[in-house]
């Protein structure tokens, strides 16, 4: 079974521009999640998507972050514009309805740098 | 708000010996807590995980402990190898909210050899 697919894996940017990332989730996994996690701490949830629709987006700052999930499937997370505290790893997850697990299963992340 | 805690940053065992890692909680009606584990510039990978109705589960190695009435939540690992070097994350959830969970900060082990 495939894992979860993310790129880019690295991305530097100036502060004011945009950046985009990219997510696959295993396929058949119904939520998808995207998660930052800054340096020294744990990962945060930012968006969390049943199929197409958004279940939770609570923490997402809607100012400058928007995602989306196309038909249900790939996830496209976007920074417009980017500032020096985005600098952050952007985590990918997903997770069946009918898991074994509570838990979801993760992409290797974008780590994206803000200069 | 910090509704999941790990204080210890860091911690350092010798191979052969157990490794024990602590977290601690805030809110009482968390349904369910995992453990996942995260080697560098990969994700974090799942381990295992402890309902809330549960004190005690056990995987080869790897045994969670869950004490409700303090809040507290335990990884023990033993016999602990190089191998689990690495930063764990404890996190929760409910069972009402599709998954979505709450990280701790992580605790990095160094199993030396």
């Known amino acids: 079974e495939a894992g979860v697919a993310q790129s880019p894996r690295y991305k530097i940017i100036e502060k004011r521009q945009s950046v985009a990332f990219w997510c696959n989730p295993i396929?058949?996994?119904?939520?998808l999640y995207w998660y930052q996690q800054i340096l020294g701490q744990g990962p945060k949830l930012l968006i969390q998507f049943q199929n197409n629709g958004v279940v939770d987006d609570s923490q997402l700052p809607k100012d400058r972050f928007s995602a989306e999930r196309l038909k249900g499937v790939d996830s496209t997370l976007k920074i417009q514009p980017a500032k020096l505290e985005d600098s952050a790893v952007y985590l990918c997850a997903s997770r069946s309805i009918a898991g074994r697990i509570p838990g979801a299963f993760f992409g290797q992340g974008t780590r994206l740098t803000v200069v | 708000d910090q509704q999941v805690k790990q204080n210890s940053p860091s911690l350092s065992v010798q191979e052969g010996r157990i490794s024990i890692l602590n977290c601690d909680y805030t809110n009482s009606m968390f349904d369910y807590f995992l453990w996942y584990k995260k080697y560098p510039a990969e994700g974090p990978t799942f381990l295992i995980s402890?309902?809330?109705?549960?004190d005690k589960n056990e995987d080869g190695r790897f045994t969670v402990f869950l004490n409700k009435s303090a809040k507290h939540l335990s990884l023990h690992i033993v016999p602990s190898q190089p191998g689990d070097s690495a930063v764990y994350f404890c996190a929760a959830g409910f069972y009402n909210q599709g998954g979505k969970l709450i990280f701790g900060q992580g605790t990095e082990l160094s199993v030396k050899p």
């Open positions: 396929s058949g996994h119904a939520t």
């Open positions: 402890i309902s809330s109705i549960k």
